[in-house]
């Protein structure tokens, strides 16, 4: 699971509820200890899962994490930034509040040269 590094988890939950994120859970040791949250992108089992922590050291800002989803368009949207047609896919580069980078990108159906993905396209 990745694990991203944020200053305050309320504000993180709020940007990546955008991007169709809901909490699953919040642990802290103590009411005043830093937060450890769950979020989920889609049906339990199948969607995607993120750990967002307040804790110094659990990881570093400036990481990249790629999401590919069905559409990129809403994300567009919901966000205001131009889709990139890279040939064999559509995406977009977002970076959340506390500087983690984000790729989001969907299938064209396009290929490119040399390469095969997984599922033939």
Known sequence: ??????????TALRWYAR????????????PTSPAFVS???GSPGTGVRIFLSEH???AQPDG?????????????????????DSGARYEVSLV?????R???GSLTGRSEPGYRYPDGA
């Open 1 to 10: 699971m990745p694990i991203l590094r944020v200053s305050e988890a309320s």
């Open 19 to 30: 991007l169709g994120f809901e909490e699953e859970w919040t642990h802290r040791f103590t």
């Open 39 to 41: 979020i989920r992108r």
């Open 56 to 58: 110094r050291g659990d």
């Open 64 to 84: 990249l994490l790629y999401l590919r989803v069905a559409d990129v368009g809403p994300v567009a949207a919901a966000f205001e930034v131009e889709i990139h």
């Open 96 to 100: 959340d509040p506390d500087g983690n």
């Open 102 to 104: 984000l790729r989001v």
